[in-house]
């Protein structure tokens, strides 16, 4: 348990956005994505996600870890097929911002959402790390007033808003964390991946690369700030991480390229090159690639739940 309170204590979350969410229309997303952890509350119909169609009832939650592709069904009824682009396209149809007390209006379906980073020494994505699948958390009172906290404040002018925000999303994620652990969900993966996170060598490569994402990140470069031969700096990496140097590196860049997307008014090119990418070409290849849609659409949405 004491290494459990290590990484929990290593860790940083940050809160990206909130809403309640009217289903004005049955949809399934087939291939949903999000750079983030999502995390999706039942108020009133149903959900349905992945190959086997797991069913989410009324007051459960729906964890998406970051980076986890899979297929959603938000509402009861003949949904429509659309793949992850086409919805961005034309979410307006299927999904409405309501009020908080408009969740419990008689016959409409709803659910409330939070996105959030949690990354381990402002690094690495905590829940991507560990390659969990997403998975539901049923009957815990502490997450659903969390969510509903969140979104709540959110909305509200009250001084000290964004304040009580940042500090209930870190309370969500640990509690998403206890739960992992209470119930006997992937502590196999907690166990074994989480292990990397003392080794001092491998946490300046993560801190290097985050500050380095435009430049040089060879194995050379990599080998170099561990202090280990050229030769084995990658197996070493693959050993602790189970993804190999590169692919990390290109996940990073990705993710960064998304958050300079939605928060900045660079252009594309500018984007690519920013991180690390010298072909725009390229770049934009490589990001449809990973993330199923274009780089402008993706700045366009802001967020998939974004409406």
């Known amino acids: 348990m004491e290494d459990y309170n290590k990484i929990i204590e290593s860790l940083n979350v940050h809160f990206k956005k909130a809403n309640n969410i009217r289903i004005t229309q049955p949809i399934t997303i087939e291939n949903y994505y999000d750079v983030e952890n999502t995390v999706i509350r039942l108020n009133s119909g149903e959900i349905m996600f992945g190959k086997e169609k797991e069913i ?3 007051g459960d939650i729906l964890f998406i870890p970051g980076g986890k592709n899979i297929s959603v069904t938000f509402g009861s009824g003949n949904a429509v097929s659309l793949s992850n682009d086409d919805f961005i396209s034309r979410k307006e149809n299927y999904f ?3 009020q908080l007390n408009e969740i419990e209006t ?7 959402f939070v996105n959030f980073d949690a990354k381990v020494f402002d690094s690495v994505n905590f829940f991507a790390s560990l390659d969990i699948p997403p998975f539901v958390l049923r009957d815990n009172p502490k997450i659903n007033a969390a969510v509903a906290t969140i979104v709540e404040e959110t ?3 009250l001084a000290g808003h ?3 925000i940042n500090l209930i999303t870190d309370h969500l994620a640990v509690e998403i964390i206890r739960y992992v652990i209470k119930n006997q969900l992937f502590v196999e993966q907690l166990a074994t991946n989480s292990t990397y996170f003392k080794d001092p060598r491998l946490i300046d490569i993560f801190g290097y690369i985050k500050d380095h994402l435009d430049g040089d990140l060879s194995n050379k470069k990599l080998a170099s700030v561990a202090n280990v031969s050229e030769d084995y700096v990658g197996q070493y990496f693959k050993m602790l991480t189970g993804i190999n140097p590169q692919d990390y590196i290109e996940y990073q860049r990705m993710e960064q390229a998304v958050d300079l997307l939605r928060t900045s008014k660079k252009s594309i090119r500018e984007i690519g090159t920013d991180v690390g990418y010298k072909d725009t070409a390229y770049f934009c290849r490589r990001f449809k690639m990973m993330f199923g849609i274009p780089a402008g659409k993706m ?3 802001e967020s998939l739940m974004n409406v």
């Open 56 to 58: 989410v009832n009324k």
């Open 96 to 98: 409405k911002s309501i």
């Open 106 to 112: 008689s016959g409409i379906e709803s659910f409330s």
């Open 155 to 157: 909305h509200s002018t």
């Open 162 to 164: 964004e304040r009580i």
């Open 299 to 301: 700045r366009r949405r």
